[in-house]
């Protein structure tokens, strides 16, 4: 005959409905409250080493320049936008930079200069450049990995962080 453990405690039925519904009320308002706009919410940045990346010279307005950040396997694009937008570094506000390695499976990724998004062929997930990356399609959980970046006196742009995990690593970290 099995051993029956002796931790276990028969509740009832009427005090675990009880329990699952403070539970439930208790979820409910944890999401009515923590969701009031659909905005981009970074994780916590994390900092790498800072590397210049390009010069304002460089750049055309949403022609991608190709970069590597933080590391030669993280490929990513410095952009310009033409117009101010969260995140935006510089002068104008409006240079803003990613990795192009799609979050959901590590697909690359192709700008669309048309309406300012990443896209990805494997599995069609899009991102919004405009809005710092927020995935608006597809089957990734995880918006575009944005580089927090400054843009110095002589008009140099260095990257100084990311906000989201790269894909193919299990940590930030170098």
């Given at each position: 005959m099995a051993k029956r453990c002796e931790k276990l405690v028969d509740i009832g039925r009427r005090q675990f409905l009880r329990g699952t519904g403070i539970a439930a009320a208790a979820g409910v308002a944890t999401v009515v409250t923590a969701a009031p706009s659909q905005a981009k919410a970074p994780l916590a940045r994390v900092d790498y080493p800072v590397n210049k990346l390009a010069n304002i010279k460089d750049l055309n307005v949403n022609e991608p320049f190709d970069i590597a950040y933080p590391d030669a396997d993280a490929p990513g694009v410095v952009l310009k936008l033409g117009k101010a937008v969260p995140g935006g570094a510089g002068p104008d506000g409006d240079i803003v930079g990613f990795a192009t390695l799609c979050p959901h499976k590590g697909f690359p990724l192709s700008y669309s200069a048309a309406d300012s998004t990443f896209n990805c062929p494997g599995h069609y997930s899009r991102f919004?450049?405009?809005?710092?990356?927020?995935?608006?399609?597809?089957?990734?959980?995880?918006?575009?990995?944005?580089?927090?970046?400054?843009?110095?006196?002589?008009?140099?742009?260095?990257?100084?962080?990311?906000?989201?995990?790269l894909y193919g690593r299990l940590s930030n970290v170098l």
């Amino acid at each position: 005959m099995a051993k029956r453990c002796e931790k276990l405690v028969d509740i009832g039925r009427r005090q675990f409905l009880r329990g699952t519904g403070i539970a439930a009320a208790a979820g409910v308002a944890t999401v009515v409250t923590a969701a009031p706009s659909q905005a981009k919410a970074p994780l916590a940045r994390v900092d790498y080493p800072v590397n210049k990346l390009a010069n304002i010279k460089d750049l055309n307005v949403n022609e991608p320049f190709d970069i590597a950040y933080p590391d030669a396997d993280a490929p990513g694009v410095v952009l310009k936008l033409g117009k101010a937008v969260p995140g935006g570094a510089g002068p104008d506000g409006d240079i803003v930079g990613f990795a192009t390695l799609c979050p959901h499976k590590g697909f690359p990724l192709s700008y669309s200069a048309a309406d300012s998004t990443f896209n990805c062929p494997g599995h069609y997930s899009r991102f919004d450049a405009e809005a710092g990356g927020l995935q608006v399609w597809g089957q990734s959980t995880q918006n575009l990995p944005q580089y927090t970046l400054r843009v110095d006196d002589k008009g140099d742009i260095y990257a100084e962080g990311v906000d989201e995990l790269l894909y193919g690593r299990l940590s930030n970290v170098l």
